[in-house]
C-alpha cells in the first residue's frame, strides 16, 4: 500500500502566511526521507482556507527539495486557468521533477473562487472537459488546432512536452456519481474525498466498479488514491484531544467558502446538486461540536493511537479497496510539531503492517 503526504496550506489566525508555507515545504520534503510515497498539493483561493494558489509554483519548489518522491496535484482547477497554459506549466514540472508528476484534475467547487476569477460555475462540467481534451492534444507535441465552445485558436504547436510517456497520470476529482461514471467511462482513475464517509466511498467505488467493467475497461488498472484527514497520536485520548481543534477550525472554515452557491448561500447549481447530500449527513460543526466530531472520528478521520490508525487503514482496504491513502495530518491548524510526529508515527508504526 502507498501512503503519501497532503498539504492544503490552511492559515489559521495563530501564524503568519510564511509560516504556513515554510512549515507545510518542510513537512513535505521530509516526507520524502521518511518513506512517504508521494506529497500532494490542493489549490484554493480568496479565503484562509487555503492560501495555495498556485500550486505548480510549489511544485516546482518541492521538485527542486526533493529527488524521488511523486508530486501530486490534488487538485489543479481546470476552468481558472487557460488550457494551453496549464498543458505548459505541467510539462515543465514533469521535465525539472524527472518525471515525477501525477497529475490530478477537477473542475472546482467553491462558488466564491468561481465569482473571483468571473467563471460561470453553471459551466463549470462543460469547461472542465473541453480544457482536458485540449490538454492532452498539447502534450501530444505535434501541431494542432481547437474551435470549441469556450476556446479557440489556430494551428500551434505547444512545447515543452511531458518525460512520461504519453503524459503525466491523470486523476479526476470525483465526489457525484455522475463525475464517478464520466471517470470510469473514460478510463480516468479518481480521487477519492475526505469528506465522505465510509459507506459512501463504498458505493462510488462499486459504481465506478460497475461502469468501468461496462465500458470494457478493468477497474484494477485504475487506482484510487483516497484522502483522508489522519492524525497518529501517542494515545487514543490525546490524538482525540488533539485532533479536535483542527477538524474543527477545518469544517468551520469550509463551511464559510465550500458551498457551490458562493459566500452569499445563493441555491446550489444543478450541476453540483450532489453537494446537497453534505447537509442530510449532518456537516454542521457548531450545531452540535461533540456530536460532529464523534461522527468525524467515526467515519471520516484516521484519527487515534497506532493500533488504532492500523485498524482503520485495514477497514478501509477491505470496504473498499484502499491501495493508496493521501494523509493529511496538518489541518485546521495543527501545530507544526505535531504534524512531524504523526508524520513519523505513520510511517514508522502504521505503514509498516501494509507493506
Known sequence: MKFSAFSLMQWPEDRSQSEVFHNELEQLTRAESQGY???????????????????????????????????????????????????????????????????????????????????????????FYEQLDVIKLAWTGEPFSHQGEFYNFDELQCFPNPIQDPAPPIYIAALSPSTIEWAAQNRYPVLADQFSPTKRLERNRTLYRDTAASVGFNPDEAPTPTLRHVYVGETMAKAREEAAAGLLWYYRSLAQVGSPGGKANAPVPENYSFYRVFGEDGFNPDKDPDGFLKFLFDECTIVGDAAYCRERVSELRERIGLEHLICWQNFGGLAHEQTMSSQKRLIEEVAPAFA
Open 37 to 127: 510515497y508521494g506529497a500532494w498539493l490542493a489549490e484554493h483561493h480568496f479565503s484562509r482556507y487555503g492560501i495555495g494558489p498556485a500550486i505548480h509554483l510549489t511544485a516546482a519548489n518541492l521538485a527542486a527539495r526533493t529527488s524521488t518522491i511523486k508530486i501530486g496535484t490534488a487538485i489543479t482547477i481546470l476552468p481558472f486557468m487557460h488550457p494551453l497554459r496549464v498543458a505548459e506549466e505541467v510539462a515543465m514540472l514533469d521535465i525539472l521533477s524527472e518525471g515525477r508528476i501525477e497529475w490530478g484534475v477537477g473542475r472546482g467547487y467553491q462558488g466564491h473562487e468561481f465569482d473571483g476569477f468571473g467563471v460561470d460555475i453553471k459551466e463549470s462540467h462543460k469547461i
